[in-house]
């Protein structure tokens, strides 16, 4: 009598190729980088953009805009156009003002042409 073999069952695993060493595992693994890269950075921009919402006064708006952004994103600068027609912003960035952003930060003009013109 011959001896009878049981056949191992099949598992799901036994037709897969190991995907660690696949080009299709690289693309993957690349494009899951770029997405918790991309999380990170989403992250790091709600948490500056709700200090600048939660900004209890301007002098605090205008820390966040040029001192935490620029630091937070590796930036060289950051630049803020605001339209010259607001009254409050006269008395915001008047001399007497506790906190005044340089000149090189700061562009005031009616409309985008103006501001835009020594750019």
């Given at each position: ?106 562009k005031t003009a009616r409309h985008i042409g103006e501001a835009g013109a020594p750019l």
């Amino acid at each position: 009598m011959r001896p009878t073999h049981t056949p191992r069952p099949v598992r799901p695993t036994d037709n897969v190729t190991n995907l660690a060493q696949t080009p299709l595992s690289d693309r993957l693994r690349t494009l899951i980088d770029t997405v918790q890269h991309n999380e990170r950075t989403l992250r790091r921009f709600q948490d500056v953009e709700l200090h600048l919402i939660g900004a209890q006064d301007f002098r605090s708006f205008l820390d966040t805009l040029f001192t935490r952004l620029p630091r937070e994103f590796t930036l060289t600068g950051v630049l803020l156009w605001l339209d010259d027609r607001a009254p409050m912003l006269h008395e915001l960035l008047s001399p007497e003002a506790p906190y005044r952003p340089a000149s090189h930060q700061l562009k005031t003009a009616r409309h985008i042409g103006e501001a835009g013109a020594p750019l």
